[in-house]
């Protein structure tokens, strides 16, 4: 019985035996344990062998089966319990066999393990970036025998892996690898996926960018990415294949990653040092460029202010010249400092593009040197100027090296094309004033001289030594001679060959000659359309001989016939062709041919009427003298009326100003000119020019110092700075405060101001008047925020000599410490947000409205000329009155009946009735309405006709604005009282 229990016991023993070996061999915690499945198996067998060896213990078993079973049984069971003891074994030496493996892996993914630590070590030193890849791939190849390797880098400029190590690789494979695409590859794909890819055979990039077969039968791809940028890739290749598992990608990724970062990091110091230099040089930058701005700015009073700006711009950025590009009529023009090269087609072309589209360009010439590398020969950088009437931009050339600019560059560039375009304007201001001054001198020589009743040939020839010496080189004058039979031929040609039109004949009635010598009036053509349809009214053959004056493609844009006469005779015609003129231009020598033409004719006319009275004062009266020094006048009372129109604008740019007053100064010499050669007796009272800042008047004087500060539109020098400056001027009248004061205290209070607000602030400069004083307000504020509207409704006022006791530090307020002046500023905060100065309006002055006395002045004007009658309603309706025109003296007749008018304005000499019957008829009927006679010719005019009819006052052409306004203020004086 203790055997049966001791047989029971040792199956239990040995599943317990099994369970312990189990758990401490850790069967079950790793599915890959090897001897497992064995060891179980046996351990399965042996139980049912021992439990096999129970059964046949217990009593009466000898009796469950025949006798000859039991030896077979027995057999059966002694099999079992073998089978299993030799799986056991199986197991326990299979699992040992596992373990020694293991061991060795371990051992292995020890050494790899410290692969990152020993690089670490290494690169504790100053590595480039290349010498950090070879460590780099030479510490993972140690741990991978017999493999090779390669760490790539992107460059995705030019599209492409860039080999940056290679390790274990023979030539040719490395040739291989350095023309590698960035294109659909494995290395491409592992990049962009950012995660390692585990490959068989790896394949190299042949010729013609084929696949080529390699030795290596296994590949590993670990991605070099850092904060999200892709760096890169390292490539293990090994010749067996399946070479790298999981376990290798698992130890591996810390060391590319930490490669990244190296790499990343490498960049960043690399770009902050990069950035670090261009800030000193930065530095060194801003001081030339604040140095070349002041240099720029004083150069803008010069008549070649854009030349000399360009020419002090050589250097910039390694500019070895700049110009500006403008696009006239599709054709490319280049103007500006530093040597000027032929361009060629091709450039030509290109700029002419660069400058259409107005935006920043960089256009490289390029060449291939000796070894078929592209390098740079010419880099040309092109940055737009500000709009104008023409595409316009600012053109830099660069030798051997192309641009790099960026944004700072750019701005910087454009503050400097602002200064270019302002000094553009100004050129043309300057030259266009010197031109005109030299226009008015040649007219003035054409009244001077000896003239001995010269012939009509000598008279033209004559004409044209002087008109040559102002038109531009590129244009051509023709004089064409008139004929008994109305007939004209050439008398001389300039600025191009006289042969063309040596044969050449106009017969009478023929194109614009016979028509302009018909009516005696000029005739300009202005466009080219304009100027082929002229052309076209000559004979084909004339046509085509006017055609040959010009090339192909500089036919003229801009045509005058002004006709030159004698008495009542026109001698001949004067063609003056010019082949680029714009709108501005065109005005300009529409002015100047007809005065000098009428002038001209004029001097003729007189010096023939002289001769004819051997020597005796000349009978103006004589036909044709009259009018024509009428018509002359009249042109000039236009131009000084519609100029003196002009300056009383509130907005108007101080260089405009000093260019309306010079033209109204030029007029004037010439009309006094006139005056001495057709032997006018009278003196008119002459106007002093309007001085530009006015006197007493804040506007203009406010206008003036800003001017001088000014750089382009809204852009000023104010506080040692650049400031955007609004200004805001109201209607407002004169003050007590002296002019030479008032700028002082200006220049002091706006530089004040300037400097101690933000850089980022826009400053609003506002006048206005309220209640008997002017108002100046100075404010700031924030872009796309409105300004401070009306300090005078909220300001804290206070005398200025008393404010100046309070606060000694805004010493601007020195100026005004005598002065009737008042001051309030922001008291909220350190930085003001306005300052507000308010002045008396100056009393004792007479206003020239008419609100005072109750009712508007009726004017009713009367003259056959329209230009006349346009310039004395605009005079009249600028100082606030309503004004009735006549063209003729009827129907200014009919307008006097009709209505009762307190003033009448009458020229003198009309076709169908003199004004002094206008007159006459007038004050018969209305013998208290003030009339004034206007004439451009005093002879005939008596003063006792004029007592007679009513006139009190004669207005001589050409006149001001300031003579009519004299004229209304004593009319209105009158009414009033």
């Not at 040197?369 to 737009?384: E, K």
């Not at 055609?547 to 493609?553: A, G, P, S, V, Y």
């Not at 804040?698 to 609004?726: C, F, K």
């Not at 100075?778 to 401070?788: D, E, G």
């Amino acid at each position: 019985m203790t055997a049966h229990w001791a047989a029971i016991a040792v199956p239990i023993l040995l599943v317990l035996a099994a369970g312990f070996v189990a758990s401490r061999l850790r069967f079950f915690e790793d599915s890959a344990t090897a001897g497992r499945y064995p060891f179980l198996s046996g351990t399965a067998l042996l139980t049912l062998a021992a439990i096999w060896h129970a059964i046949a213990t217990t009593p009466g078993y000898d009796r469950w089966f025949v006798i000859n079973a039991y030896r077979t049984l027995d057999l059966l069971e002694f099999c079992v319990f073998l089978a299993g003891l030799a799986l056991v074994a199986l197991g326990l030496h299979r699992y040992a066999e596992s373990q020694l493996a293991r061991q060795d892996e371990l051992k292995t993914l020890e050494g790899k393990l410290t692969i990152q630590e020993n690089l670490q070590q290494e690169a504790r030193g100053h590595f480039q970036l290349l010498e950090l890849l070879n460590v780099t791939l030479k510490e993972l190849l140690i741990h991978f025998p017999g493999s090779a390797g390669a760490a790539f880098l992107v460059n995705r400029g030019k599209g492409q892996l860039i080999l940056g190590a290679g390790l274990g690789l023979t030539k040719n494979e490395t040739a291989g690898l350095e023309k590698y695409p960035l294109g659909r590859n494995l290395i491409t794909h592992a990049i962009e996926d950012g995660a390692p890819v585990i490959a068989g055979a790896f394949e190299f990039a042949g010729e013609h960018g084929r696949a080529a077969e390699s030795r290596f039968g296994s590949s590993l791809v670990l991605p070099l990415i850092s904060g999200g940028e892709k760096i890169g890739a390292i490539v293990l290749l090994a010749e067996p294949p399946r070479a790298f598992g999981r376990i290798d990608v698992r130890y591996l990724i810390p060391v590319a990653q930490w490669l990244a970062e190296r790499i990343l990091a490498a960049r960043l110091g690399r770009e902050l040092s990069v950035a670090k230099s261009q800030l000193e040089a930065g530095a060194q930058d801003t001081d030339t460029i604040l140095s070349r701005l002041h240099q720029a700015l004083q150069e803008l009073a010069s008549p070649e202010a854009d030349v000399l700006v360009c020419r002090g711009m050589v250097g910039l950025y390694g500019a070895a010249s700049v110009h500006v590009c403008s696009l006239q009529s599709g054709r490319l023009q280049i103007v500006g400092g530093g040597p000027r090269e032929e361009l060629s087609e091709a450039l030509r072309t290109a700029l002419i593009d660069a400058v259409d589209r107005h935006k920043p360009m960089i256009i490289n010439q390029e060449t291939t040197d000796q070894g078929g590398r592209t390098i740079v020969v010419r880099s040309n950088l092109i940055v737009p100027l500000p709009s104008g009437p023409v595409p316009q931009s600012l053109l830099l050339r660069k030798e051997g090296a192309p641009f790099e600019v960026g944004e700072r560059e750019l701005r910087i560039l454009d503050l400097l094309g602002q200064i270019v375009f302002a000094a553009m304007r100004q050129s043309e201001i300057v030259r266009r004033d010197l031109s005109r001054r030299a226009g008015f001198d040649k007219v003035i020589a054409l009244l001077s001289g000896p003239f001995d009743n010269r012939t009509s040939e000598a008279a033209l020839d004559y004409f044209l030594a002087q008109i040559q010496e102002v038109i531009p080189p590129s244009g051509i004058v023709v004089a064409f001679q008139r004929h008994e039979d109305a007939s004209y031929t050439t008398s001389g040609v300039i600025g191009a060959d006289p042969s063309i039109l040596r044969e050449t004949v106009i017969a009478a009635g023929e194109g614009l000659l016979s028509t302009v010598g018909a009516t005696r009036e000029p005739y300009f053509a202005v466009g080219k359309k304009s100027v082929l349809e002229a052309f076209e009214t000559f004979h084909p053959e004339n046509r085509h001989l006017l055609h040959r004056l010009f090339d192909e493609n500089q036919l003229p844009s801009f045509a005058a016939f002004c006709p030159i006469g004698r008495s009542e005779t026109v001698i001949g015609i004067a063609a003056i062709l010019l082949p680029s003129v714009t709108p501005e231009e065109a005005a300009e020598w529409e002015r100047l041919l007809t005065l000098a033409g009428g002038l001209y004719s004029l001097r003729l006319t007189v010096d023939a009427v002289r001769s004819a009275q051997s020597g005796t004062s000349a009978d103006f009266s004589a036909p044709g003298v009259s009018g024509l020094v009428n018509d002359i006048n009249n042109h000039l009372s236009a131009v000084i009326g519609t100029a003196g129109l002009a300056l009383n604008q509130e907005q108007l740019s101080g260089d405009m100003k000093a260019e309306l007053t010079s033209i109204i100064a030029e007029a004037e010499r010439a009309a006094n000119v006139l005056k001495r050669v057709a032997d006018v007796g009278v003196e008119q009272p002459q106007h002093p020019v309007t001085p530009i800042d006015g006197s007493g008047d804040i506007n203009a004087s406010v206008d003036g110092v800003l001017q001088t500060a000014r750089i382009s539109g809204d852009l000023y020098m104010a506080g040692g700075r650049a400031r955007e400056i609004v200004r805001r001027f109201g209607r407002v009248n004169q003050t007590a405060l002296g002019t030479s004061v008032f700028r002082q205290f200006f220049e002091s209070v706006i530089d004040r101001f300037a400097s101690a607000i933000p850089d980022d602030d826009i400053m609003t400069i506002s006048t206005y008047e309220r209640e008997g004083y002017v108002y100046l307000d100075i404010s700031r504020h924030r872009r796309n925020f409105p300004p401070v509207d009306h300090v005078s409704t909220f300001g804290d006022y206070e005398i200025a000599e008393r404010a100046l006791h309070a606060r000694p530090a805004d010493i601007f307020l020195t100026h005004l410490a005598s002065e009737p002046c008042f001051y309030a500023y922001d008291r909220i905060g350190s930085t003001p947000a306005y300052l507000s100065f308010k002045f008396p309006v100056q009393t004792g002055g007479h206003q020239v409205a008419d609100s005072h006395f109750g009712r508007t002045m009726k004017i009713l004007a009367i003259d056959d000329q329209p230009v006349i009658l346009d310039l004395v309603s605009a005079m009249c309706q600028s100082m606030g009155y309503r004004v009735e025109t006549a063209r003729s003296g009827e129907e200014g007749l009919r307008l006097a009946a009709a209505d009762r008018f307190d003033l009448v304005l009458t020229d003198l000499a009309m076709p169908d009735m003199s004004g002094m019957e206008v007159a006459r008829r007038i004050h018969r009927q209305y013998p208290d309405t003030t009339i004034v006679l206007i004439t451009g010719w005093e002879t005939g005019v008596d003063s006792g006709q004029m007592q007679e009819a009513g006139v009190s006052q004669v207005l001589y052409k050409p006149f001001r604005i300031e003579q009519l306004a004299d004229v209304v203020k004593s009319t209105s004086a009158r009414l009033a009282l």
